[in-house]
């Protein structure tokens, strides 16, 4: 029986990565730059260089490998096609057959990062003991991964779970990276929450420790925590928002659980404080039992998940 998995979280500056054995104990994690010249050719042939230099240093023969799980930005489908990873430099790309090859046949799963990193959460995170959850991921921006019974749910084409863009404001002038206006993440993500922030400080004579100092999501939180009044509205928007968003996604996929993570999560589960009043007052009443938990894997989130994939 084959006793080892690889797992790969592909980003645009490294290339994260993790040998596991077959009960999902890390054994190793190491790093690679990712070299995006040239679209991001160098990419997949690098992985499987260091994929089979480890296996050399280790010691371990290709039939002792249970395969290589991948997530990488962007869309990929459930036969392991990537459709367009903007910052890898990929158009569309055939990540299973292609890898498969340059590591002379072993098996190979691939999925959007934020949903293989949703499967980590679930698996050895923040989700452990639940098979329906919705994992948030409140960074730069707001990523999503959605778990039902067990399973990512991808979509027809691998853009399921983009949580960050669902249409939460109709009245919003600017424009969201995606070109939409209005999304979640105008709001709710680290650069969201310092939007709404500049906004109410320039809407309003009220003094605030933000008046002084840089503008950031971790000090509205910080300010909220020290019972700051204008820092506690805008905490209150963003949750209004958040909650909204969340409300809406309960609705159509009714999870046990909702895991947050990213940078913004480091505020702890005063975050809660503010989505769950919007959440409860928003979702349907058959999935408002669902409960709030913090994220645990932090950056290797992605190498669990892409580990889980193969099991």
Same mark, same amino acid.
């Given at each position: 029986?084959? %006793?080892?998995?690889?797992?790969? *979280?592909?980003?645009? &500056? &490294? ?18 730059? &990712? ?22 240093? @280790? ?92 399973e990512i749910m991808t979509g027809a084409t691998g853009a399921g779970g ?7 404001? *109709?009245?919003? &002038? ?5 070109? %939409? ?23 309003? *004579? ?14 509205? /939180? *910080?300010?909220? @925590? ?8 805008i905490a209150q928007q963003f949750g209004d ?30 975050? /809660?404080?503010?989505? @769950?009043?919007?959440?409860? @007052? ?30």
């Amino acid at each position: 029986m084959a %006793n080892y998995i690889f797992g790969v *979280d592909v980003g645009g &500056t &490294t290339v994260k990565m993790g040998l596991f054995d077959k009960d999902g104990n890390v054994m190793e994690k190491w790093e690679i730059p &990712t070299r995006t010249e040239n679209h991001g050719e160098n990419i997949l042939p690098d992985i499987a260089d260091s994929i089979q230099g480890k296996m050399s240093e @280790k010691g371990i023969a290709k039939d002792n490998v249970i395969g290589v799980g991948v997530g990488v930005p962007g869309p990929v489908d459930r036969d392991g096609i990537v459709h367009r990873a903007v910052n890898l430099g990929w158009a569309e790309l055939d990540l299973k057959k292609e890898l498969t090859t340059l590591l002379g046949g072993m098996r190979v799963e691939g999925g959007n990062d934020a949903n293989v990193a949703a499967l980590g959460e679930m698996w050895k995170g923040g989700g452990q003991g639940h098979q329906n959850l919705v994992a948030v991921t409140l960074g730069t921006g707001v990523g999503g991964g959605i778990i039902i019974n067990g399973e990512i749910m991808t979509g027809a084409t691998g853009a399921g779970g983009e949580i960050g863009h669902i249409h939460v404001e *109709d009245e919003e &002038t600017e424009a969201c990276g995606c070109g %939409n206006f209005g999304c979640l993440e105008e709001y709710a993500s680290a650069t969201g929450i310092t939007r709404l922030a500049n906004r109410a400080l320039k809407a309003s *004579d009220k003094a605030s420790v933000l008046r002084s100092g840089e503008v950031s999501a971790k000090t509205v /939180f *910080d300010a909220v @925590k020290a019972g700051d009044e204008l820092a506690i509205e805008i905490a209150q928007q963003f949750g209004d928002y958040l909650g909204k968003g969340l409300g809406v996604i309960a609705g159509i996929i009714n999870p046990e659980i909702f895991v947050i993570g990213g940078g913004v999560s480091k505020a702890g589960e005063v975050l /809660f404080d503010y989505i @769950k009043p919007s959440f409860e @007052k928003t979702a349907f009443h058959g999935s408002r039992g669902a409960i709030f938990a913090l994220a645990t894997l932090g950056n290797d989130a992605g190498i669990y998940g892409a580990a889980r994939m193969l099991l």
